[in-house]
Nanobody
Framework: QVHLVESGGGLVQAGGSLSLSCAASGRTFSRYTLGWFRQVPGKEREFVAAIRWSGITSYAESVKGRFTISRDNALNTVLLQVSSLKPEDTAVYYC????????????????WGQGTQVTVSS
């Protein structure tokens, strides 16, 4: 069992940066792939980035070069550094943990946080 809590969201101007954090409980944290997804009201939740236990990462095309995912297994945290933010990055960002075959496939993630709001003003 893994319990996830996101933090670090907020209001930022376009071009700005934020650091999103996800704290996890559970002794098997290091075994899981960790992912970040986001959702805008009225739209489906979409993949943002993920990192396997090995450190292999994957990013959505829309965030490549602007977002960086990292993990600290000793601290049971996963970070998402978001920079060069655009108004279209506005969404609720969710942290997830699982053992996905395909990193962007939501149904393969077993545990989800409650989300943190990121709002980018133009």
């Amino acid at each position: 069992q893994v319990h996830l809590v996101e933090s670090g969201g907020g209001l930022v101007q376009a071009g700005g940066s934020l650091s999103l954090s996800c704290a996890a409980s559970g002794r098997t944290f290091s075994r899981y792939t960790l992912g970040w997804f986001r959702q805008v009201p009225g739209k489906e939740r979409e993949f943002v980035a993920a990192i396997r236990w090995s450190g292999i990462t994957s990013y959505a095309e829309s965030v490549k070069g602007r977002f960086t995912i990292s993990r600290d297994n000793a601290l049971n945290t996963v970070l998402l550094q978001v920079s060069s933010l655009k108004p279209e990055d506005t969404a609720v960002y969710y942290c997830a943990a699982g053992t996905p075959t395909f990193l962007g496939r939501q149904r393969d993630y077993d545990y989800w946080g409650q989300g943190t709001q990121v709002t980018v003003s133009s």
